[in-house]
């Protein structure tokens, strides 16, 4: 038995888990995790399938952002003990360089950690996603970017910082849905709107069901979300967000007792 399975919540003994040295891409239908700290020179583009990649403790770091998910990708993230604990595994990037934000998006340089392009899903459970201080010009989303789905149930998206939208996260495309179940979302900063939610496509839908919002701030409009026109944001639980945005026809459908804005 591998050492790390005793402190992995999810490494069931009867599934082959597999180390990833950051040399190759990570394959759908394989469990991966970590024996040190990995450094990439650029993003790892995960490219169909159901990934499970355990941080183990350790750090991916990158020159660009970590990863981009494309082509259909389900992205699993753990980092806990068996009680659930953080053990310190993290996703450090940078942002793309100019000349990658060029042949992307003709120099629109978005997700600053990850980004997901397509009807891809990304499944945060534990660990945390940081842009590094030394980062590249993010406009959109200095942590997370992109369309599909991302369900956030634990973990932390902190020190994220965009120069156009999203501070934390930019969430945009035909049927974006983000769910937040629990978890940190921190010190995210914009200029513009969003300091950390910005949800930018007409019928994108933002769930908040949990977790905790802290130290964000925008010079636009939501130091902690921005609603954009035609978006659907429901709040439940006992969850509390200081400062929202409603744009002109950006609808809150619902808000149970206990959630409170401000």
């Keep these: 038995e591998n050492g790390f399975m005793a402190k992995c919540n999810v490494c069931k003994k009867d599934v082959l888990w597999s180390a990833?040295?950051?040399?190759?891409?990570?394959?759908g239908g394989v469990h991966y995790f970590l024996e040190q700290d990995i450094?990439?020179?650029?993003?790892?583009?995960?490219?169909?399938?159901?990934?499970?990649?355990?941080?183990?403790?350790?750090?991916v770091?990158?020159?660009?952002?970590?990863?981009?998910?494309?082509?259909?990708t389900t992205l699993n993230l753990y980092d806990s003990m068996e009680d659930g604990s953080d053990i310190g595994g993290k996703l450090i990037g940078k942002g793309i360089t100019t000349q990658e934000a060029q042949d992307e998006q003709n120099g629109t340089a978005e997700g600053g950690v990850i980004i997901l392009w397509g009807s891809n899903v990304f499944n945060l459970y534990s660990g945390t996603l940081q842009l590094a201080e030394d980062h590249n010009t993010v406009h959109y989303g200095g942590v997370l970017a992109g369309n599909g789905t991302f369900n956030m149930y634990g973990g932390k998206l902190t020190g994220g910082e965009a120069t156009r939208a999203g501070?934390?996260?930019r969430r945009h495309g035909a049927s974006t849905v983000t769910n937040i179940y629990g978890g940190i979302i921190e010190n995210g900063s914009v200029t513009g709107n969003g300091g950390h939610i910005a949800a930018g496509g007409a019928g994108d839908k933002v769930n908040i069901y949990g977790g905790t919002f802290t130290?964000?701030?925008?010079?636009?409009?939501?130091?902690?979300?921005?609603?954009?026109?035609?978006?659907?944001?429901?709040?439940?639980?006992?969850v509390v967000v200081n400062d929202i945005a409603i744009q002109n026809t950006a609808t809150v459908k619902k808000l149970e007792e206990g959630s409170s804005i401000g």
């Design 215 to 238: 130290g964000g701030s925008a010079t636009g409009n939501g130091d902690d979300i921005n609603m954009e026109t035609n978006t659907y944001l429901t709040l439940g639980g006992k």
């Design 61 to 72: 770091s990158s020159d660009s952002r970590v990863f981009k998910l494309s082509s259909s």
């Design 167 to 169: 501070g934390t996260m």
């Design 39 to 59: 450094h990439l020179s650029t993003y790892t583009t995960l490219t169909g399938g159901n990934v499970t990649l355990f941080l183990n403790g350790h750090t």
């Design 20 to 27: 990833w040295d950051g040399t190759t891409g990570l394959a």
